[in-house]
C-alpha cells in the first residue's frame, strides 16, 4: 500500500445522497475527471469514502467522522489528506446564505474532527443538479 498518495473523502447531505442524487456519480464524475475542486489532485488520488452528513439536524457528523477515522487509521492507512463538501451541502441561495440550515456547523465540524480545511462545492455538471429544492420551505421540503 502506498500511503504517500493523496487520499479523498467526499461528504454529502444523506437526503440528497439516497434519494436526490442516487450513487453521487457527479461527485464521482467530478473526481475521475479532477473537475472543479478536485483539480489539484494528483492522477493517482484515491476515493477513500462517501460519507453523508448523517442527516438533519446534522449533529452526527461528528460521530461519523471520528468512525470514519477509526476504521481507516493505520494499519489500513486510509485516512483522508483531503476532505471535499458536495454542493449538496454548499450550496447557496441569492443572497449567498447556505441554502442547508446546518452547513456552517457541518462544515466546521469537518475542519474541527478532520483538522483540515475542507474544499466546498464541487459539480461538473451544474445545469443537472436539483439538490437546491430539497432544502427550501415548501413543497420539496424535506428536512424537519
Known sequence: MDNSKEKVLVV?????????????????????????????????AELVGLLDCGGCPGVAMGARLNEFKFWNQPPMGYLPTHVFIGI????????????????????ETIHTKME?????????????????????????????
Open 88 to 107: 449538496c451541502i454548499t450550496a447557496k441561495n441569492q443572497a449567498g446564505e447556505y441554502i442547508c440550515p446546518y452547513a456552517k456547523n457541518i462544515i
Open 12 to 44: 454529502g447531505c444523506k437526503i440528497d445522497m439516497i434519494d436526490k442524487c442516487v450513487a453521487c456519480s457527479r461527485c464521482l464524475k467530478a473526481f475521475n475527471d479532477r473537475d472543479d475542486e478536485f483539480k489539484g489532485l494528483s492522477p493517482s
Open 116 to 144: 483540515t480545511d475542507p474544499a466546498t462545492g464541487m459539480d461538473p455538471t451544474g445545469k443537472f443538479h436539483t439538490h437546491k429544492g430539497t432544502h427550501l420551505k415548501g413543497k420539496q421540503n424535506l428536512h424537519p
